[in-house]
């Protein structure tokens, strides 16, 4: 397992384990920044009505209670929004062990998915890693989408905002047994050096040597 | 008139927290089902959070019902 990616409780972690010889690669959910977008959009509505609950306070000090009431019912619906999306985010997490890939999405009250990919069934045949904008790229927060061959037709199978996606496309790589295809055919190589930081270079870095 | 309005809009805005109390309490419920299935924990302030959701618009629109009474009746 590698310690460092498992960001789930061991115990929880288990119960996934159901196929023989089963071991966990990793396990995550998405990075808490994905929850940003949507808390400062709260933030603006709740800012928005507490200013317009003190303007009309002001002008109409008569129906000061009213005000307060239909602000109260705003307020509570943003912070009602905000923790239905946290606990989305928290019951939304990926499990890779070396026989299968499972994405968990709970919903309470809406939905509940399992998502499966059993890889004895199928040929992993690309692992591409995407880290789009300043401050993912910053904080090294990406997305790894795995490609799939199935007897009828390609799938792909997509980690979205996690920490260290590189890394952990690199894990990924080597549990699936990526090493013996040809270099071309790869994203990245592994150099024989034991110093983490110069590990790992891209094909397209390499080529431009 | 007015202040016809203004009650009207009091026991509506009620009405919605009560909703909101409802829908609260029942997402609570169905969370806390789901960490005893999983085994897994929400942070402390998520749970408080909709703990105080389920509860406090419960309370506000008592309130707001009882002064709204008391308003008509005088």
């Known amino acids: 397992m590698i310690g460092a990616h498992c960001k789930l409780k061991d115990r929880f972690v288990k119960k996934f384990l159901t196929l023989e010889n089963e071991q966990i690669i990793f396990s995550t959910r998405q990075h808490w920044l994905a929850l940003i977008p949507s808390f400062i959009l709260n933030v603006v509505v709740g800012l928005f009505v507490i200013v317009f609950f003190s303007l009309s306070s002001i002008l109409a000090p008569l129906y000061f209670f009213t005000f307060l009431l239909i602000s109260l019912v705003f307020l509570t619906l943003v912070l009602e929004i905000f923790i239905k999306q946290t606990v989305e985010w928290f019951f939304h997490f990926y499990i890779v062990t070396n026989r299968k890939i499972v994405e968990v999405s709970y919903k309470p009250l809406l939905s509940r998915s399992i998502n499966e990919v059993l890889l004895d069934q199928v040929r992993c045949t690309e692992i591409d890693v995407e880290t789009k904008g300043f401050i993912n790229e910053l904080l090294n927060i990406g997305t790894i989408i795995l490609t799939f061959d199935r007897p009828t037709h390609r799938e792909s199978f997509t980690i979205e905002k996690i920490k260290h996606p590189r890394r952990i496309a690199m894990h990924i790589g080597d549990s699936f047994e990526l090493k013996d295809m040809p270099e071309s055919e790869r994203i990245w190589y592994k150099s024989n050096s034991n110093h983490e930081k110069s590990r790992y270079k891209y094909i397209e870095n390499l080529r431009q040597i | ?74």
Do not use: D, R, T
Request: glycine fraction near 2%.
């Open chain 2, 1 to 74: 008139m007015i202040n016809y309005l203004i009650i009207g809009a009091e026991v509506l805005a009620a009405i919605v927290l009560v909703i909101i109390a409802i829908y609260s309490w029942i997402y609570f419920s169905q969370v806390e089902k789901i960490e005893k299935q999983f085994g897994l924990h929400l942070p402390a302030f998520v749970k408080k959070s909709l703990a105080v959701l389920a509860v406090l618009p419960m309370a506000v629109s008592l309130v707001v019902i009882v002064a709204v009474f008391i308003e008509l009746a005088s």
